[in-house]
């Protein structure tokens, strides 16, 4: 990708075009901001490989914003990763079926084992085929046939529940409720759109309720009440992330201002681990599955500004451009970054970085910003 951003023109037509699309640079100032906390960080080496984890919030948007992109491109490659999503959905459907046939338990069609083939983290899977389902849904293509495409859709549906990833299944009842209801309004009345969006809902609902893994998730919600000294069998997946926040509040309290660095956050929340005796925590060296705490435990109250305005600013422009798919991503962005430490891992802000940069130049294409090809 460098090499042929380096031949795609000249290094003045790309400061030109970088120049025009300042608007996207949040992403950069907040990698900015994280480099500078290595200046008050004790553990400079674990902060270095940190920064270097989250190069890619610098290095793409550079790349993708000093380049001249046609709306063909772009729907080709959002096209291409949305194909390729549901590619992936159907082999590890069709592996989970002989899995199940040669005597595994019904367990290969769920969570972390459905998608253990490939080696892929199930929460962040279901995140990049829900982007590969907003893609089908908001960036049509006027060629493909309609059968397929709904194919493709409701499969990906399908997949997500099975993935049980709650803050994805929910914003996707919530997309059903409100796509529904807009959708029917339009075409009919308020009422029918009402009654279409109920109906949804419900649907989905029963979709997530109906599958023992995400039953089970959902059931979850039930028993939050928990004891950090507790053995590794009474945790689950909700609880141990309560008991992360209630961890981490002291370390953001006593470093609100600045935070602790980005090579101490670790560091910090494992002591706070051990004064609390969260003995789950301290085996498994959990970080705190929460970017908005994590940046607040890093890079104090300036952080966490940073993060939101990140993710707000470009919002309120999609919300006026009416560009749903870059609005979609940014609210399924938002909540994902409650339960997962979405920017600090590699598979998450690789991810994250490219379509927040691809999508930033799509809803220019449409605000017809600057130099842009049809």
């Known amino acids: 990708m460098i ?13 030109i075009l970088l120049r025009s699309r300042l608007k996207g640079f949040w992403i950069m100032v907040l990698f900015i901001w994280y480099a500078i906390s290595l200046l008050y960080s004790s553990d400079f080496t674990e902060g270095i490989s940190k920064l270097e984890t989250k190069g890619a919030m610098i290095a793409l948007p550079l790349i993708i914003y000093s380049m001249d992109w046609s709306g063909t491109r772009i729907h080709f490659i959002l096209r291409s990763f949305a194909i390729s999503m549901v590619g992936i959905s159907l ?11 040669n005597g595994a338990s019904s367990n290969v069609f769920f969570y972390h084992d459905l998608t253990e083939p490939f080696d892929l983290h199930a929460i962040y899977f279901a995140n990049y085929l829900c982007v590969g389902l907003l893609i089908l849904i908001f960036d049509r293509s006027q060629g493909s046939p309609k059968l397929v495409e709904r194919f493709m859709i409701i499969l990906s549906i399908v997949l ?51 599958l023992p893994g995400s039953r089970y998730k ?62 789950e925590g301290i085996r498994c060296n959990y ?24 993710l707000i600013a470009p919002a309120w ?33 690789v991810f994250f970085s490219f379509f927040y940069s691809l999508l930033f ?10 130099n842009f090809k049809d």
């Open 160 to 210: 997500i529940v099975m993935l049980t990833a709650i803050s994805v299944m929910g914003f996707l009842v919530c997309l059903g409720f409100v796509g529904s209801y807009f959708y029917l309004t339009r075409r009919s009345s308020p009422a029918v759109g009402l009654a279409g969006g109920l109906f949804l809902f419900l649907l989905l609902s029963g979709l997530a309720m109906a």
């Open 3 to 15: 090499i042929g951003w380096i031949l795609s023109s000249e290094a003045k037509e790309k400061w």
């Open 361 to 370: 130049i799509r809803n220019g294409q449409i605000l017809g910003l600057s």
């Open 218 to 279: 959902i059931e979850q919600v039930k028993g939050l009440n928990y004891d950090l000294g507790a053995p590794d069998s009474a945790w689950n997946s909700i609880t141990m992330r309560l008991a992360m926040w209630e961890c981490s509040l002291p370390v953001v309290k006593s470093h609100f201002c600045f935070g602790v660095g980005i090579g101490d956050e670790n560091q910090v929340l494992q002591e706070s681990y051990h004064l609390k005796g969260f003995s």
């Open 91 to 101: 082999v590890l459907i069709l592996i989970a079926v002989y899995r199940y046939a």
């Open 317 to 349: 422009q999609a919300l006026l451009t009416k560009d749903w798919l870059w609005m979609s991503f940014l609210s399924l962005m938002t909540l994902s970054f409650i339960t997962e430490n979405f920017i600090s891992t590699q598979k998450g802000v």
């Open 287 to 310: 970080n705190v599955h929460n970017q908005y705490l994590s940046n607040l435990m890093t890079l104090g109250l300036p952080g966490l500004i940073l993060l939101l305005a990140m």
